[in-house]
């Protein structure tokens, strides 16, 4: 007789005594955490809006990091069990996942929840997990990047899971709430508008409601360039036991703004992922950092997101 095979997931307390655990034992990661502790922060405000802009060089690894396909197949992936650093210790998330700690934080708790196989990032098969992930990690904030979208290792699916309401998004979006754009009986799909970074907020008490919504929204969807596996994209996922799931999809035009790419005093390294589009922008050169004003980041949201053209964005549903 086959047995019932019971998952185990990790929960927020198990994830924080990881976390305290691993600092211990392995030197990268303290000398993360302790250099995030002395990272500059400039808050910058626009149109009642903020923005925490971080200035962390330990980041140049991500936010420089080559996402070229060779470049991939040829390097050791960060996130394969085989590769881990010996002193790494995974935790279980359902039989798929493993909960790491990040040793170059962004935030003061951050963790990735990596596959257990070397498989891509592609959030339609496995938005049920993100799901559950949040359920497990409640008081946490989850979050998605997109292969095309910001993740430094998008050919390695996984999720990332930071300190609650650290991101000016988690509590923002709510009052940027704007009409409904779905509504079905499991729950509804709002606008996220005025934001600079338009999007989506779904709302669901149940895992099923919430999948049949995304689903619904993935589809219409037309964020699509040629080439890309899935429409372009940033996903984050909060849960409490008496909202159920809130999920914000902020569409992505671009990966990095023009002046990435462009040459001496023009240029800003920056690679904007889930984190930069919930208001935690990060830099990794002090230039970077000084730089950055109000009209610059206007400028560089609205070449990464859609803003009041959000709507172009999606088919008629
Ligand atoms: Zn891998």
């Not at 994209?233 to 849960?239: A, P, T």
């Not at 992505?252 to 462009?262: E, G, I, N, S």
Request: charged share 20%; with cysteine; net charge neutral.
């Amino acid at each position: 007789m086959m047995q019932n095979q019971t998952e185990t997931w990790t929960n927020t307390a198990e994830a924080l005594q990881l976390l305290a655990r691993q600092r211990k034992v392995w030197p990268a990661l303290q000398a993360g955490c302790e250099a995030l502790s002395k990272v500059k922060v400039k808050l910058i405000r626009i149109d009642g809006l903020t923005v925490k802009v971080q200035y962390n060089p330990a980041r140049s690894v991500s936010s420089c990091a080559k996402t070229d396909a060779q470049f991939l197949r040829e390097r050791p992936c960060f996130l394969c069990p085989a590769h881990l650093p010996p002193q790494q210790e995974g935790l279980p998330m359902g039989q798929n996942y493993l909960l790491l700690c990040n040793p170059y934080p962004i935030f003061p708790e951050h963790f990735t929840i990596a596959s257990r196989t070397h498989t891509p990032q592609h959030i339609y098969p496995c938005f049920a997990d993100l799901l559950k992930t949040a359920r497990h990690l409640s008081g946490l904030s989850i979050f998605y990047n997109g292969p095309q979208s910001g993740a430094s290792a998008p050919d390695h699916l996984h999720f990332q899971a930071v300190t609650g309401l650290y991101m000016p998004i988690d509590e923002e979006a709510e009052l940027h709430k704007t009409a409904i754009w779905l509504e079905k009986e499991e729950g509804a799909i709002y606008l996220l508008g005025g934001y600079l970074r338009n999007g989506f907020i779904l709302e669901s008490e149940t895992e099923q409601g919430a999948c049949s919504l995304f689903f619904h929204l993935y589809k219409t969807l037309r964020a699509h360039v040629e080439g890309d596996t899935e429409p372009r994209m940033n996903i984050f996922c909060r849960y409490s036991e008496t909202k159920g799931w809130v999920v914000i999809i902020i569409p992505r035009k671009a990966h990095r703004p023009r002046q990435f790419y462009a040459t001496g005093s023009e240029q800003i390294l920056v690679s904007p992922g889930a984190a930069d589009m919930g208001g935690v922008f990060v830099t990794t050169r002090e230039e970077d950092f000084q730089k950055i004003t109000p009209t610059l980041l206007q400028d560089i949201y609205a070449q990464l997101a859609f803003g009041n053209e959000l709507l172009s964005v999606v088919s008629d549903h």
